[in-house]
């Protein structure tokens, strides 16, 4: 069972809260933050309002991501708690390329073996190979690509699809392989 704090040397991971609306608000935004992600950008503390209460209010594995010194959400991480146990996270800009995602991945990780999880996929736009560095860091493995026509933004991406598996299992997530008809697998991620 998902416990409320996770830890790391510089970081705490807690359960969003309602006090967090204004600080979710300035990531969601932000437009640079918000190019890869499935949705356009916050247009007001409302918006950021409502995406609390349909994306991350009673969720099992949707943290705020904080630094230690301080309580205030620069981001969040989390996996849903579907068949897919999709990864999914974003940082404010300001926070980039300082390894924070990837010590946070690695400590929900940690949480979610001990919890029975038996693995987790994550997807990124073939576009942000940053994202895909970051799977790889925190110990993912490139699987496979598929285009996918992207809503609401409509237009198609090239999704590469990464797994971990904790259960010592060989096994790849086929979903999206099989429900798209473009698939393939990339020789050179």
Known sequence: MATEKIQTDRLLLRKFEEQDIESLYF????????EFLPWFPAQSLQDAAEFYE????????????CQKEEERAIGYIKVSFDDSYDLGYALL???????????AGKALFS???????PYVTAT?????????????????KYCYSYEE????????????MYQINF???????????????EHFVEGDV
């Open 149 to 160: 026509r992207w809503m609401p933004k409509d237009f198609f991406v090239v999704f590469r």
């Open 93 to 103: 800009k300001e926070f980039w390329g300082q390894g924070m995602v990837t010590e």
């Open 54 to 65: 349909t994306r991350i209010k009673g969720e099992r594995y949707f943290y705020a991501i």
């Open 124 to 140: 990124h736009d073939k576009n942000n190979p940053r994202s895909g560095k970051v799977m790889q860091k925190i110990g993912m």
């Open 27 to 34: 990531l969601l935004k932000d437009e640079k933050v918000n």
């Open 167 to 181: 259960d010592g299992q060989e096994r790849v997530y086929k979903k999206y392989w099989e429900t798209y008809k």
């Open 111 to 117: 949480r979610l073996k001990e919890d029975g999880i």
